[in-house]
């Protein structure tokens, strides 16, 4: 019973905290390892802001996925990047905590925390949420996976990124990532 009120205070703070993750949640069992893209075309206060984003994540364990990924912002008149290295550790079949560290190519590694869900929506649709946070951003995302087969999938979702000093950056991405 103290490890439901622990579990249930936890992802509460998490959530209220905030933000997301740029790689969709996929499931993978121990041994398999996913690579993925992705493309976004956010807007923060009418300005457009292209992000692309490459990942490769493994399940070293039952509970446990590892991952690190790769992301660029083309910001008109400057770019910049971001490398993210992470584990989840999934609670249940559909529920995980998220902790990484995040390196700014203009600033200072922050680490990141955070809380992910996924769902079957239908045969071969597979919804998902996420939130992480750090000291200087929030972060969220949900969407959806749509199976082609037992190892590529296309993904469609919606995230929103708040800098600290800085405006809202919303927007709709797409993208591709396969699973072996």
């Not at 041994?31 to 992705?38: F, P, Q």
């Not at 749509?146 to 405006?167: F, V």
């Amino acid at each position: 019973m103290m490890k439901k009120k622990i579990l249930t205070i936890l992802t509460g703070s998490m959530l209220v905290a905030s933000v997301s993750f740029a790689a969709p949640i996929t499931d993978l069992q121990q041994g398999e390892s996913t690579i993925g893209y992705n493309h976004y075309d956010l807007d923060a206060a009418g300005q457009n802001i292209d992000t692309d984003s490459f990942y490769l994540e493994n399940a070293i364990a039952d509970k446990v996925i590892v991952g690190i990924e790769r992301n660029s912002y083309s910001i008109p008149g400057a770019d910049a990047k971001t490398t993210d290295v992470y584990a989840h550790y999934k609670l249940d079949q559909n529920i995980r905590l998220i902790v990484g560290n995040r390196d700014y190519s203009n600033g200072p590694n922050k680490m990141f925390y955070g809380i992910g869900a996924n769902t079957n929506l239908a045969p071969k649709l597979d919804g998902y949420a996420s939130v992480t946070s750090s000291s200087i951003a929030t972060e969220w995302q949900t969407g959806v996976n749509y199976k082609l087969n037992n190892q590529a999938a296309l993904h469609l979702g919606y995230k929103s990124y708040k800098e600290d000093g800085a405006a809202t950056a919303d927007g709709l991405g797409f993208g591709v990532n396969y699973k072996f």
